[in-house]
């Protein structure tokens, strides 16, 4: 992702609280005399504010650049520097040297499903079933949630723990077939950095968000089940192309998908309205106990 992109990502971390505070605030007609109004309660079923989310956004945002940084300073190992087919865990030994350019190009399009929690928060709030508050926190956790997952990815692909499978064409193994050859020896310096798949992150991370909306805004509807069931299956499919394409290993997918999970359901989490009486909260150098009466 070039610096343009990057800079535009940033903003659109900082604009969306605004839209946040924006989505929950009443206005009055220019010409409209001053009156007495009692607002109208919105329900609103995430605890989105600035107290909170200033920090989650500039830590999602720092994790983000940083990784970013640490990808672009990797550097291409010398012929043997890198590790062995020997030295792969005994489960992805077997995908040294495959590569698939049609399962490639397939799983770069099966991306464009990363806009489906958001597609699905924009049908909820203009059919009326999603305030606008709503829609705007989720927003705007999503975005976080898709930020600190590829921070936390680039910054440990950076540490180059093993290659891609398909450079190992170069080598002799797999296929061995001159599309792999070829794409092995015009590797770069990201290909030796295969841990963990940012692909199975980002589409697990999609998932969750997807279940998570339709779970929360449906709460009685019969296909709750199947709209996690499908979010999660899209996601392990994507998972599954990385590895037929000869970019990932079983292992890379994993834990990619536990990574993007995790941090999905953290941030969620993190913005779960509380109905309890009593709740502990720890922020930043404070933590307390609250006790609703």
Known sequence: ????????????????????????????????????????????????????????????????????????????????????????????RSLAGRYSESADKASKWAAALGVAPLALAGYSYGVGD????????FALMFAQALALQSGINLMVRSMEFWPRPYVYAKDGYGSGSRKAVERAEKADAEAYGSFFSGHASAAF??????????????????FRGVVWAGALSA?????????????????????????????????IEIHKKRDERFSLWVYPGAAGLTIRI
């Open 1 to 92: 992702m070039n610096a343009l992109r990057w800079k535009k990502f940033f903003l659109s971390l900082v604009a969306l609280p605004l839209m946040v505070w924006a989505a929950g605030t009443p206005t009055l007609a220019q010409d409209s005399p001053p009156v007495q109004v009692t607002p109208a309660v919105e329900v609103s079923h995430y605890d989105v504010s600035w107290f909170k989310d200033m920090p989650v956004t500039f830590l999602s945002a720092f994790t983000a650049f940083f990784g970013n940084y640490r990808y672009t300073q990797m550097e291409k190992p010398e012929p043997g520097d890198y590790r062995s087919v020997s030295e792969l865990l005994p489960w992805d």
């Open 130 to 137: 999603a305030s606008g508050l709503d829609a705007a926190g």
């Open 205 to 222: 991370t999609v998932a969750v968000f997807t279940g998570e909306w339709f779970s929360e805004m449906y709460p009685q509807s019969p």
């Open 235 to 267: 996601a392990a499919l994507e998972g599954v192309l990385r590895i037929a394409a000869g970019k990932h290993y079983p292992t890379d997918v994993v834990v990619g998908a536990l990574v993007g999970s995790g941090v999905s359901l953290a941030v």
